[in-house]
């Protein structure tokens, strides 16, 4: 009975093996403005006087993380997250030259029409962590997102990275920690550029600022590694 209770705590005794963690979440998005609205390519010299308005929408993700043994306190994580702040319908003044970029700006307004707006970000993340006795955990670290996949209603995002600002908690559902449950904020930042093909050949797109609080609530699976 004593060495099989010795085995049992063996097994048990967590910071003696680094974790590796597969994580499922899903949330709340909730973007600024796209400001800083610059276009490119054929719409060089048009401007738009309003940022876009993006809604709040669903966002779910996941990731697979990794703290080794011997560094507890740190973490590693490559993560997956899916979005859709679509663009508002709204009013708009915009600013354009003539054809050349000869003659007098030229000014239009009207409506701007809704837009689906699908955000992919993917990306490593280093985490810093605390535990306590009891098995909560507190961490925060830093990711650098990238975007695949992007879309604009039919422009597509050129390449690009950003910064992903991350906060959280964990707590044990099981009592040894192998299933967790999680809440966690991010803080996205990125300058991020579309382009959309014509049907005449001609590359039309836009530059400009994106930013979003995303809350996260999840289920986190740990595997304990020797």
């Not at 700006?105 to 009207?110: A, D, F, K, L, R």
Request: glycine share 14%.
């Amino acid at each position: 009975m004593i060495g099989l209770a010795v085995a049992l705590d063996t097994c048990t005794t967590k910071p003696a093996h680094a974790e590796l963690y597969v994580t499922a979440m899903g949330g709340w998005n909730m973007p600024g403005d796209f400001t800083g609205f610059h276009a490119e390519y054929a719409w060089q010299g048009r401007q738009f006087e309003d940022a876009l308005k993006l809604q709040n929408g669903v966002v779910y993700g996941g990731k697979l993380g990794w703290s080794p043994r011997s560094a507890p306190w740190f973490a590693f994580e490559i993560q997956a997250i899916k979005s859709w702040p679509n663009q508002k319908e709204q009013a708009f003044v915009q600013f354009a030259r003539p054809p050349g970029g000869s003659g007098g700006w030229q000014v239009n307004s009207g409506t701007l029409a809704g837009t689906q707006w699908k955000m992919i970000q993917v990306g490593p993340n280093v985490l810093l962590r605390h535990t306590l006795d009891n098995g909560f955990m507190f961490y925060s670290g830093l990711g650098v997102p990238f975007f695949p996949g992007s879309s604009y209603g039919g422009a597509s995002i050129r390449p690009g990275a950003g910064l992903d600002f991350i906060a959280g908690f964990k707590g044990n559902v099981t009592e040894d920690g192998t299933y967790r449950w999680m809440l966690e904020a991010h803080k996205v930042y990125a300058k991020q550029t579309y382009r959309q093909i014509e049907v005449d050949g001609m590359h039309n797109g836009f530059t400009g600022h994106y930013e979003t609080t995303m809350v996260f609530a999840g289920i986190e699976r740990t595997f304990w590694v020797k």
